[in-house]
C-alpha cells in the first residue's frame, strides 16, 4: 500500500489509500506488520491477552508475544490492525485463514477500551474496508467472509449482526475454549459487501 506520511503531536500518523477506498474512514485497515505502527500493535497485544476470549485464534491457553509474531508470520494467515486515526491507538484487529480466490475465514478483536458503539464502528470501517482491499496475488478483493462464533458468546454475535454478518448454520461441538478447556457448539456466519451496515462505518469529521 502506498501512502503519506505526517507528523502529528511528534508521532508518525500514517495514511494509505487502499485499493478501491473513496472514504476518509475514521477506522482504517493496516497490514499488522507495519513498521511505523510496531509499536502500537505490540501495546494493543499486551493490552488482550488476558481478555475475554481472545484465545480462540491460538492453539494454547496464554499465549506469549514470541507466539503473537509466529501468528503474525504464518503465510496463511493475513492479519490486520485497526486503527483509530484520530487517537492513533489500535482499536482493533483482523486475521483472515483459509483464504481461497474468492473467501476467506474471519477474526475480529477489538481492544477492551472500545465498547458498544464504537467497537461496531471500528469493526464495520475494517470489514468495509476488506471488501475493497485486494488479499490475494489475484489482483482483486474478496468476496465474502466467514465467522465462526461460540453459540455462548451471546455478544459477539449480537455484534456480528449489527456488523452484517447473516447465520448460515450451526456446527455442533465444533469450538475449543482453551481459557475454560470446554468444547461448544459454533455459529457460521457470512458476510459480503453488500451486507456491510453503512451506517456503522463512520468517516472522519473534518
Known sequence: MEGEKVCVKGHEKV?????????????????????????????????????????????????????????????????????????LRVAGDVCLTEV???????????????????????ISSAAHQLFNTPITQTGKPLLSFIGHTPVTNTLAIKFAHLVGFKDIGVLTKSLFISKSSITVDGLITQIRQEDVNMKFVPERKQ
Not at 510496531?38 to 476470549?53: F, M, N, Q, S, T
Not at 492453539?59 to 494467515?77: K, Q, V, Y
Open 15 to 87: 495514511r494509505y489509500k487502499i485499493i478501491g477506498e473513496k472514504m476518509d474512514y475514521k477506522y482504517r485497515l493496516f497490514p499488522m506488520n507495519e513498521p511505523d505502527l510496531y509499536d502500537r500493535v505490540l501495546r494493543y497485544w499486551e493490552d488482550i491477552l488476558d481478555d475475554a476470549d481472545q484465545q480462540r485464534i491460538y492453539s494454547i491457553a496464554h499465549p506469549t508475544m514470541e507466539d503473537i509474531g509466529r501468528m503474525l508470520s504464518n503465510r496463511g494467515t493475513y492479519c490486520f490492525a485497526v486503527l483509530d486515526v484520530d487517537s
Open 100 to 122: 481461497t480466490r474468492v473467501s476467506a475465514n474471519v477474526h475480529f478483536g477489538i481492544h477492551p477500551s472500545y465498547r458498544g458503539r464504537q467497537a461496531v464502528y471500528a
